[in-house]
């Protein structure tokens, strides 16, 4: 199989690299870029291990050589990308871990990314590639919108819940991330004085990822209600999510864990964690796990899910290439454990 | 003014010291505790600034050098010498910083630090001294239980909405602490190799500074319950709260805002922030700030208050400085700005 | 005492409004930049405790209303801004932190900063600020240079053997500095995922302060080398320096310590510690202290010397201060201690 | 290939489960230690990857079942299991990542480890499995002492120096380690508040590897001196090591960059950087490498050789399976890129 990455630079095409060089599967992996350089010019860790050059993007090129194509591109770039790719070959193959093609209309694109969408006809075309929730679909589609890492850290543990309808009211998820999150481009935030020793919560009731995940949640019916509130925290990789969730009268609580257990049995990159057992950033950490706490407290008002995902693993490179295994129907965890 | 402080080798005492030695009214300090070494054996920056002996406990000796006392022992020591020091003279001034004093009878001490209370007939006789809400009883009092840090950056934020009776159902606090709050002593969760690059949630449902927190809500009537999530951050100090609250139908989210700017216009030590600014912990790193951030959005079901303190000063060796100050009638500020 | 501060809004900026407001000799402070907000927009930490408005830079008025002007402008912008206040008063006070009259001649000035020197004859007649090396010229003088923070810990700690001629061949300076010292600018090196979890030695044989050192070091005779390998550390601040040292024959290895001890005896803010204690990083902070370590083995050929300090105190607004102490005669510490 | 862990819960054991998991030619791994429980239970990051018993230490098992045995116990405990495993056959394969068998003579042992060697007949009949040195001796060997981390990332730059006898005088080292390589003992030094935010430099001209160190530099004849100063740091991995080296006069200064060149040129895992690059932890994190950084000046009397490895890798478990690899003749990076 042969793959490509467009825009391999950021810390998300970087992970994708070290990800896809070690597939079995993958035995030739072209980079494509804005900037022509070599990869190691710009991540010299790979001085001696992979010295490829980033070449230019030139859609017909990347097209010919690629059994899959994964776009790692800023969001608002890859949507001016993706249709030049798609002239070239009409069923073409890509997994996009932009933001560009995961709402499906214009108008909620727009309030999200405070642009106009350039390809609107193909938005609600793609798969939404959480692929515990959609392996069926991804199976049959070409082209799939990889999930954003905050709601692949709060949408994981909140399956179980949607599929039988439990949640009473609004979700609070309270989450917390690393820095390569937030990418490479310089910010002030983001400066080591700023950030070190420090913890930040930001864009309360405001970030991009509220109406990714209000889409998902509303695809199971009801009219529930997401408050979700970030923070960036002074580490490089981790996505810890507290959701609080009022169950329905029809459950009881002490039903909860096992819902979890089941539904996540045969799931191999879910782990739902023993009764007094936390996740926490370190467990996941490089790896494409996302690990589930379940407390239930049978007096409480509300039970409390914790998920713990590495970012750029499941958040992001690492359940792409679980895309690309569902896709070609491979062994869902190869390169991948 | 002459202090003293019994237990100043943990992190707690150590910032005492700092701020009283910078304290204009104290003239004398005197540190006692169960091994005599000097202080800046202990704590090595000190050299040259402070070298005064740490002598053995000796209750005679210590109610007789101080017009107050601090006691930052652990918590189950503090109750141990606690009734040494009223022996000797029975209107002696404690201000106590450990959990001792706190909870107002034997069963929810238990419960909480599962230990017998050594000295029960004074539970329930120390004042609370959460400076913005008890001032007139610190004023007159003899005894004080300083707050937890955890307690003192969800309970502030409380006050405007407990003393006006807006909560409805259970409140939510997910926390997250610096490394200092879990003390000096060795521990695996605090080996730097573990804490590092990392967060991690502990005792959900279970942390003891619950009934402390619980004790203080329900005193306002009611049944409020609160869900109360502790997690160690990989950083020295500071704790930030974020709070969800549904607030009561006879009440409007839109007017919450300035509820709390009322409440603590006059308080020197909150700060509340403007609409759309964030506290976090680098903010109020060394000070005795409680900065708190209100965030409203009229279509939610939750409202979301976020604080942040610095759980070594607000959180412990501040408010306790501030406690003095009022007991004696001095300004409040004085030695904390 | 009126002071202004121009360019209060880097990190050396912030250190020295911290440090100054404390000042009990501080009657009035004085704000001016090139920007015009307030101090507290900028550090938002500042709210409720110093709201002052930046003015923009007008040198008759900054001439008019201080006794004495501190410059924590950036290097080239300082030797800009300084002719001004000159102009207006031919005697007025100033302690420069910039690099800018640090050097003696313009062709080392061109040769570390890449730039024409704009002020050329002023270079030599400001006094170069190393307080325990200076303090009889900066009695006496008007135009302080404020000392770079590499150059400080590297110069204190060489004192003692320059000042008695130890020193044979080359000295090699090792130092480790905190992300502070490289400033406020957002820079790829300090993005949070680059400096975290890492240590970057960088500019070997070429960093700007050599020169500085090298002026110094030459002014006691001899033609003394020195190799410097400056690296940056994941902390915000500090400096820790590990000073190699051949020593002439005419000398023992065993009696350098004394020599340590004696010149420092009394000086209040250089510590040197006992013979098996270790400078370190944290005992410094947020202090005017210089810690010195000795480590002397008689048949090394060569001694070892550590110093830590503060770089944004000792190694900027501090030392500042304690110039300012000296030039108006008060008590050196005051307001540092 | 069947290979065994003794002592498989310290940070270098857990490296060596992560490293032999991945290596293709093991197909059996066994761990035996001092305590009996599940591998995941000590690191619950393994559960669902690897959840394997650790059985107690039985010699005759671990000869039965393995090909080769990797000791990864204490220093002091390796001494007390080895003789066991050489009694159950004569001819059994152990590379082991202790320091027992690294010295040569017990005199050496005593004075750096502060106790009698329990088996010193074996003393020096272990090679030295510094691999890029020694490949030839690993060959044929048996047994090997696997170098410690600070030796590897200091000898391996010496390298080119020794074999070509340029070295003048005393070599001088300055090294700074993250923590992980302190061991995962509690100690107060790594406590999280004390490490964090600080660099400390410990044990200077007494540290137990210098002897270690000597050695193998004396293997080389002459009578060069070693002063090495460690320094603890504030991240997980990584060692960080300048050596300043004066170069015999029949050697030119600017001859030295190509020495290094031509010497690690066919070494797969030695990079020698490019003239302006320089070594930093982020870079060899999680691999094999060591990257060396040659700084040359013609004017200085001493060279600037920079290294960076990573410690639990190169300097311990990767290095040891490098030595497994060569040992039983099959591609030297296999497993270990």
Redesign the interface.
């Known amino acids: 199989m042969k793959a490509s990455i467009i825009g391999p630079t950021g ?1 998300t095409g970087r992970e994708l690299v070290k990800i896809l060089l070690k597939h079995p599967d993958i035995e030739d992996l072209y980079l494509f870029g804005r900037r022509q350089i070599y990869f190691h010019e710009e991540y ?2 790979f ?3 992979f010295e490829k050059e980033i070449e230019k993007i030139d859609a017909k090129k990347i097209v010919d050589v690629s059994d899959i194509i994964f776009i790692a591109l800023p969001h608002k770039i890859s949507m001016e990308v993706t249709p030049m790719l798609r002239l070239q070959k009409n069923d073409v193959r890509i997994i996009d871990l932009s933001a560009d093609y995961r709402l499906e209309n214009s108008e909620s694109y727009f309030k999200a990314y405070e642009t106009e969408h350039k390809d609107p006809s193909f938005q609600g075309k793609y798969t939404y590639g959480l692929c515990e929730a959609k392996r069926n679909d991804i199976k049959k589609s070409r082209l799939i919108a990889n999930p954003g890492c905050y709601p692949t850290s709060i949408l994981l543990p909140l399956l179980p819940l949607l599929e039988k309808d439990c949640i009473e ?2 979700i ?1 998820a ?1 989450s ?1 991330s690393g ?2 999150g937030a990418g ?1 481009k ?3 935030m ?13 864009k ?2 405001k970030h991009q990822h509220t109406p990714e995940m209000m889409q998902f949640i509303s695809s199971y019916g009801g009219s529930r ?1 997401l ?1 979700f ?1 970030p ?1 960036l ?6 996505i ?1 999510s ?1 959701l ?1 969730i009022k169950i329905k009268e029809s459950f009881k609580n002490e039903d909860i864990r096992n819902l979890f257990e089941k539904r996540f049995k045969s799931e ?1 990159f879910v ?1 739902v ?1 023993g009764e007094n ?11 494409n ?1 996302c690990d589930i ?1 379940v ?1 239930i ?1 049978p007096e ?3 039970i ?1 899910i ?1 998920s713990a995902i590495d970012n750029l693993v499941k958040g992001a490179a690492g359940q792409a290439v679980q895309n690309m295994n569902i896709m070609f129907g491979i062994n869902e965890s190869k390169g991948l ?1």
Chains 1, 2, 3, 4 share one sequence.
């Open positions: 810390y010299p860790e001085i001696g291990v009211g609004t609070i309270d917390k820095a390569s490479k310089l910010n002030h983001l400066h080591f004085v700023e950030n070190n020793e420090n913890i930040v919560p930001y309360i009731f209600d408050i509130t923070h925290l002074p580490v490089e990789r981790g810890l507290v609080y191999i782990r964690l057992d936390v996740p926490s950033l370190s467990r996941v950490k490089n790896t796990f706490g407390f407290d409480k008002e509300y409390v914790i454990k």
